[in-house]
């Protein structure tokens, strides 16, 4: 089978995670202060996958700016220019000439498979199948490409379907040989005006090409919406361990398992773990609870937060209490001195805001 390249999928526009995603890639909004982005390049190269490329659209500039030539991990990246979001199967498409006949992963840089893929890897080079897909039993197939399998062997493969026949949904991570070319060569555009990655397989299973399947049994989340990247930041804080590098004052206190990084200082404030502060942030007087990541260069005073991302470079004072937030770089929350008391928003387009 010889070498095996990576393709990681960067290249959606991140609607559903809008307003953050008209700023930012959703593919680097940080779950445990860590790019999701990140945590695919990482799969890879544990798998021992050096050569790496990564489909970028519109948001390619910063992503390049993240990411790198890939020496971070002491890998190779080479990145690949999608001019249009047309579907999975179009980034395999005009991904040809890099992947010049090898096999190859295609990781969507959105997922987060917890327990990696060393193994299914491993599956794939040693029984040397045309594809190899992933499944996981999920309780909402009907929002995913979902396969219906006998005997072990797919069937047939629906994305999003109105009444799925199974829940065992793909997880954005597939393996193939160099006979998926023919495969997206041969598609048509699905009524999205997408060719459709679960219509290339489905191809290769019409045509007697062999497909395998391995179903996940570990936790994997597809990052989409803001349930999933606080639910993916809860389990990845999880896996922590305790590391203090900044200074915390004698009236503070520290509970499980939190990670505080270099130059930040609390003062007189609870933190319970799991949790993770960035650099150079100054917590005053205040309560982060557990599930909580802060990132770098934030101010926190009097306020109270749980189970919450904060994206850094922002300001949060005298605010009771924040939950189940996604909130973005350089923001400032605060309450009014001035009166009449009142709220006073500077929102961006497709802001989401509860009040009491």
Known sequence: MGRVKGLILSGGRGTRLRPITH?????????????ILFYGIEALCSAGINDIGIVVGDTREEIRAAVGNGSLWGVKVTYIHQAEPLGLAHAVKVSKDYIDGSSFVMYLGDNIIRDG??????????????????????????????????????????????HPKSNLALVGVYMFDHSVFKAVNSIKPSNRGELEITDAIQWLIDHRYRVDTHIVAGWWKDTGKLEDILEANRMMLDTLETKIEG????????????AIGKGTVVKGSTIRGPAVIGKNCKVRSSYIGPFTSVGDHTELENS????????????????????????GKGVKISRPERKPLAYRFMLGDNSTIEVL
């Open 117 to 162: 893929i060393s193994s299914l890897v491993k599956e794939f080079v040693r029984n040397k199948p045309n594809s190899q897909i992933l499944l996981a039993r999920v309780p909402n197939p009907g929002q995913f490409g979902v396969a219906e399998v006998k005997n072990g062997r797919v069937l047939h493969l629906v994305e999003k379907p109105r």
């Open 23 to 35: 700023t930012n890639a959703k593919q680097l909004v940080p779950v445990a202060n860590k790019p």
């Open 247 to 258: 200074k915390v004052d004698n009236s503070s206190t520290i509970e499980f398992k939190v």
């Open 304 to 327: 109270e937060v749980e189970h919450s991302i904060i994206m850094g470079d922002s300001c949060i004072i005298d605010m009771k209490k924040i939950e189940g937030s996604l909130i």
